[in-house]
Nanobody
Framework: EVPLVESGGGLVQAGGSRRLSCAAS????????IGWFRQAPGKEREGVSC????????YYADSVKGRFTISRDNAQDTMYLQMNSLKPEDTAVYYC?????????????????????WGQGTQVTVSS
């Protein structure tokens, strides 16, 4: 059983919108921090957005603030990333991830090695 399965990637024109979904299974999703990361060709994986379980705080990379919105539906064991006003520089493979919640962990955007589960990745391509 694959713990995280993503969907929603594809080709979109600059200025358009896209919603990514990530369905979780096999673990207690609502007790986990969740995050979205992305990796463009030739670049390192970077944190896009995340939610801390213990207080519901959300965090965004500066490059997506005001354009992207992260959310979760614990009843459906699903997380989302709504992406608006897309730019060509948003082109990347997007990954969802989850990590067991703990106050001992570092920032959820900048510590991908602390995540326990990863999706397979979904390509988002923004054309100019």
């Amino acid at each position: 059983e694959v713990p995280l399965v993503e969907s929603g990637g594809g080709l979109v024109q600059a200025g358009g919108s896209r919603r990514l979904s990530c369905a979780a299974s096999g673990f207690n999703f609502d007790a986990y921090d969740i995050g979205w990361f992305r990796q463009a060709p030739g670049k390192e994986r970077e944190g896009v957005s995340c939610i801390r379980h213990h207080d519901g705080s959300t965090y965004y990379a500066d490059s997506v603030k005001g354009r992207f919105t992260i959310s979760r539906d614990n009843a459906q064991d699903t997380m989302y990333l709504q992406m608006n006003s897309l730019k060509p520089e948003d082109t990347a493979v997007y990954y969802c991830a989850a990590r067991g919640s703990s106050l001992l962990l570092g920032p959820c955007l900048s510590n991908p090695w602390e995540y326990d589960y990863w999706g397979q990745g979904t390509q988002v391509t923004v054309s100019s």
